[in-house]
């Protein structure tokens, strides 16, 4: 084979791969915000008021933990013991969101008030409306140095590659004080993996798995879908969350 | 309306607080969000504020004194498509909030949905994406 032929051969070769990748930019909303049958055009009609908002089991653990939720190891059960006596007692301790700070891997990936995703060959940027919460996912080949591991944070660090049409994404270097899906404690050993494509026309599905030695007796899997948002509803606001932390209590 | 408004504010008897509540900044853990009840008074103030709205109305009570109210609703950016604009309630006007009352049994609550008298509906989020 000539140096010609062996040249024009990888550029085939890249250009399929590149080609392969999905273009996810766009505005997006999750299927079930708020939970099914709350608000939205249930709030809209007249008749029996809808509840304001529903999660199963109820976001303070007054009904235990969802059978799908994560599974804790005893020392973490017995954390999220003493956060659900305070949940429940009505205190807002240990909800990072009302605290106007980032709700942190992978509970951003909740997106309840929608996701903005930008992206360029090098990276993708998930924003999310809810407490302006932005991470970013690094495409070229970069890998977490120690001097990143050592300083977690909310999002975490996260490097990715696309599998054909799916992009695969690793998150490390997350803050332990956050939770696993809004309510379960983890810890700073939690390491978080991807795998994001449209599974329809406008439908993109993340599929989460978080694993944690720690806080978990097991990886747990958990799959969001958003719709891509239609014009008139394409444009994120502003959520300035510190406006009313004087307030906070 | 008015009768279950009454019914309610009954049974709450003393628990009920004269003085305005502190427009505190909540989780929806500080709310029973499986009860839903249905409060109509008049509009003082309307705050189109993040991270969550806020509407104070004077509601009269079961032996006609006049209680004020403190609703929690949900971010502008997300009102904002529902229906809603920073204008859409006005002080003086009449409205029927439907809510989950707090737990600590002051006189707020979390908007599910606000009706106005002319019959219009705000829900507390856009039409479902699906």
């Not at chain 1, 999905?22 to 079930?32: K, T, W």
């Not at chain 1, 007054?62 to 205190?91: F, H």
């Not at chain 1, 798995?209 to 958990?222: H, I, N, S, Y």
């Amino acid at each position: 084979m000539t140096k010609r032929k062996m040249l024009s051969g990888a550029i085939l070769l890249t250009l399929a791969t590149t080609a392969a990748a999905a273009d996810f930019a766009g505005v997006y909303y999750p299927l079930q915000p708020f939970g099914r049958g709350t608000g939205g055009q249930a709030g809209a009609r007249k008749g029996p008021p809808p509840r304001p908002t529903q999660s199963a089991p109820l976001s303070d653990g007054s009904q235990g933990r969802a059978p799908d939720a994560p599974s804790l190891t005893p020392e973490y059960m017995a954390k999220w013991e003493v956060i659900r006596k305070s949940r429940m007692a009505g205190s807002s301790e240990y909800d990072n969101t009302a605290k106007c700070l980032p709700p942190g891997m992978p509970a951003m990936m909740n997106m309840a008030y929608g996701m903005e995703v930008m992206q360029t060959k090098d990276k993708v940027t998930f924003f999310s409306e809810l407490n302006d919460a932005l991470r970013r996912v690094y495409l070229d080949g970069r890998k977490p140095t120690q001097k990143i591991l050592n300083d977690p944070t909310y999002a975490g660090y996260s490097t990715g590659y696309w599998e054909g049409d799916t992009l695969v994404v690793d998150t490390v270097a997350l803050h332990p004080n956050s939770f696993i899906e809004g309510f379960s404690p983890h810890s700073d050993a939690m390491t978080v993996k991807e795998r994001i494509r449209f599974t329809g026309p406008d439908l993109l599905e993340d599929r989460i798995t978080v694993t944690d030695p720690k806080a978990l007796t097991k990886p747990w899997e958990t799959v969001k879908t958003y719709r891509k948002a239609k014009p008139g509803t394409d444009e994120l606001r502003e959520f300035a969350c510190a406006e009313g932390l004087g307030d906070a209590k | 309306m008015r009768v279950r408004v009454i019914a309610f504010a009954a049974a709450l008897g003393m628990a009920l607080f004269d003085a305005p509540m502190a427009r505190s900044h909540h989780s929806n853990v500080a709310f029973e969000v499986t009860k839903v009840i249905t409060i109509t008074g008049v509009v003082k103030e309307f705050q189109w504020r993040n991270p969550h709205t806020w509407v104070t109305l004077a509601v009269k009570d079961a032996n006609g004194k006049t209680v004020d109210w403190s609703v929690e609703g949900r971010a502008p950016g997300v009102l904002l498509r529902a229906g809603w604009t920073r204008d859409s309630l006005k002080p003086g006007e009449t409205i029927t909030v439907d809510m989950s009352p707090a737990k600590d049994g002051t006189s707020t609550g979390l908007v599910a949905r606000v009706t106005k008298a002319d019959g219009t509906i705000l829900p507390n989020a856009p039409p479902p994406t699906e």
